[in-house]
DNA sequence: AAACGGCGTTAAGATTGTGTTAAGATGAAA
DNA sequence: TTTCATCTTAACACAATCTTAACGCCGTTT
């Protein structure tokens, strides 16, 4: 029997701790992110079923964390926010939340909603392909549902930077991105990492992904200004 | 173009009118049934993108409805109700509800949420590269969005500076620019670099672009003055 | 005819940007 | 604790690009 893995991102001691204790009673795997940048590192890394959200972190705004989490996952993410204003919630159901809790919230309603989105991504992942949820180029392949990359059907191993670098630029086929650009959507707008950083990533990347990766036919280099996916 | 389509269910006029006027506004396709049995002959023969539920009906309990249309279909619920004890909330959404709206209800709370369930159920994404980012002149054209140009359909390799050069040549395609013009908006300011300079990046340019450079077909010289791209 | 000014072309440093490697640092799991 | 995978940082070689200077050509002027 499978258990669930929830990803929980909320600042709140309190609140952490009713969900947990609920959480365990109900016989699922969780994990908790105390800021919005530790959770952009956890979201891949953990591959969690279901993300559970806080929107008023101390360190990051938490529409922008949907989105960029966006970037690379179509994960389930349930809000739970003390704004209950119809602007936040618009603003983020449209960055790409599926679910928003107003708080004070019931923790039955909270379970009743994990388990909408759980059924969900469960039927998404047995039927692949009526979900949009796989990109193909050339001889490469993401699915995003499974968090997994491939190069001619067998699997590439990536580490979670790779991955997110990859989607990134997958998301944007045919676009040339700015090393900012990139920084800011893999690394976070608060930690961007530097430059130099992203080279030595995207070399192991290419390493993995090219077949010749000194004449590279995915990800193509613009000198002076960022690195490009090309549609094949 | 698509346009989704809405099922809606709902007994309540004022309520179905408010909802009606609200998705031709938003260029929704929408059918409306009045009672539970009607709806359930109208969710197979509709084929909707999503249903919009209420589960105060006159002729049969909300959840049994939720539970049949389960019983065939994974179309999305969205559930409107008067009622907002847990007990309810809990009950439609374990019976296969997508998610649960208690009335009265923000509209524009429903149709983020609406789009939400459709952003779900659409197979695939908007395809990007019919948008008007691509300069076309002849054999030449520019992709502003991969940062290339093409002659003939064919890469043509430029450098930052040449790119910046043609770009700015294609913007103003049939005007005359002059000197200080062009290096000011190349090198941003017109104390970078000099005229001279010009000369050189110009002559490149044309080696690149230009079937016979000595005769130029796109770049024309004004002495004395600037320089001018042809339209063809 | 000779001189001049504006332009195109070429080539040689100088400069910047990039790919690559490897050695610590970090953090999670056993 | 140890072990393992991953990330960060630094250093260096190499490639691409930019700048600068020199030279030849053409048309116009003196």
């Not at 591959?47 to 970037?71: E, H, Q, S």
Request: net charge negative; hydrophobic share 40%; proline share 4%.
């Amino acid at each position: 029997m499978y258990k669930p893995k929830i990803l929980v991102v909320e600042d709140d001691p309190a609140i952490t701790n009713l969900i947990r204790t609920t959480l365990e009673a109900q016989d699922y795997q969780y994990h908790t992110a105390k800021s919005g940048s530790a959770a952009l590192m956890d979201a891949v890394s953990y591959n969690a079923d279901v993300i559970i959200l806080d929107l008023g972190l101390p360190d990051m705004d938490g529409v922008d964390i949907i989105r960029k989490v966006r970037g690379w996952s179509n994960v389930p993410i349930i809000v739970v926010s003390a704004r209950s204003e119809d602007r936040d919630k618009v603003e983020a159901l449209d960055a790409g939340a599926d679910d928003y809790l107003t708080k004070p919230f019931s923790i039955d309603e909270l379970l009743a909603r994990l388990r909408v989105a759980l059924r969900r991504s469960r039927t998404e992942e047995t039927d692949m392909h009526s979900s949009g949820s796989i990109y193909t180029n050339g001889a490469l392949s993401i699915d995003y549902a499974a968090g997994c990359a491939y190069l001619d059907g067998t699997e590439v191993h990536l580490t979670p930077i790779e991955y997110k670098l990859l989607c990134v630029l997958a998301r944007n086929t045919g676009k040339v991105l700015t090393h900012n650009y990139i920084l800011k959507e893999v690394w976070g707008s608060a930690l961007a990492s530097d430059t130099p950083s992203l080279r030595v990533f995207m070399a192991t990347l290419r390493k993995k992904i090219e077949k010749d990766p000194s004449n590279p036919q995915y990800i193509q280099t613009h000198i002076g200004v960022g690195y490009r996916m090309i549609r094949k």
